[in-house]
């Protein structure tokens, strides 16, 4: 069965480094999404995708996020200059078609430590 | 705005017994529900969905969801717990007019043998 992918696993970084982190979604899916969360519980939205832009971002993903599809198979979602509290487990997501009873497919995740 | 509520943080329950995860939910117009599961170190894995229909919604691993109007509920059933169904679940509901998904703050099952 297609999966999406995610890499690294796990970051360590220090504060005020930029991270880059990088999602391949199933191939024919055209919508994407980066979800984080922290301390393995809450699943908080960030950012969804389609058609090379932003269709919605949430109050966290600030001007320190930026996401991008450099390619026909890559989604990044970059953090510029990283927190303390931006450590957590981000996942991306991706979906087939954007209907209401499409469901998301989720990569396993990486795992961002500030330090 | 659409929102999900579980009001259980952790649920135990002996294997072999049936098991409920709670969800309710607020959502204006027609409620489109999801239930996920996260096993350790893995990202959420799709269980099922309501959209419009029957009212017991059937999905994956031997899982069924129940809707109900009335009680703005959406509770996680199965019939028979295995050990193995141990994890974190979510519910969550598409947030109508947008591309998001609102996802509930988890809840973790524990089954024991």
């Known amino acids: 069965e297609p999966e999406v992918t995610q890499t690294p696993s796990h970051q360590v970084t220090q504060m005020g480094q930029e991270v880059i982190l990088r999602c391949v979604p199933i191939?024919?899916?055209?919508?994407f999404y980066w979800y984080r969360q922290i301390l393995g519980q809450k699943v908080e939205f960030l950012v969804s995708?389609?058609?090379?832009?932003?269709?919605?971002k949430s109050e966290i993903f600030d001007d320190q996020f930026s996401v991008e599809r450099p390619d026909g198979s890559n989604f990044t979602l970059k953090i510029r200059s990283t927190k303390l509290e931006d450590s957590a487990m981000y996942f991306c997501?991706?979906?087939?078609?954007?209907?209401?009873?499409?469901?998301?497919?989720f990569g396993n995740g990486t795992r961002l430590t500030v330090t | 705005a659409q929102s999900v509520a579980q009001p259980e943080d952790q649920v135990n329950v002996a294997e072999g017994n049936p098991l409920t995860v709670k969800c309710t939910y607020s959502?204006?117009?027609?409620?489109?529900l999801f239930w996920y599961v996260q096993y350790p170190n893995r990202g959420l894995q799709f269980l099922l969905k309501?959209?419009?229909?029957?009212?017991l919604v059937k999905g994956s691993y031997g899982f069924e969801a129940e809707f109900n109007k009335s009680q703005t509920s959406f509770h996680l059933k199965k019939p028979s717990a295995l050990v193995s169904d141990s994890a974190l679940y979510f519910c969550?509901?598409?947030?109508?007019?947008?591309?998001?998904?609102?996802f509930g703050t988890g809840t973790r099952l524990k089954v024991l043998a």
């Open positions: 995708f389609y058609n090379n832009e932003i269709s919605e």
């Open positions: 959502v204006s117009g027609n409620p489109y």
């Open positions: 309501y959209i419009t229909g029957d009212n």
């Open positions: 997501a991706s979906s087939e078609v954007q209907v209401y009873n499409s469901p998301l497919h």
């Open positions: 191939s024919n899916h055209l919508y």
């Open positions: 969550a509901v598409r947030d109508v007019g947008t591309y998001k998904y609102i």
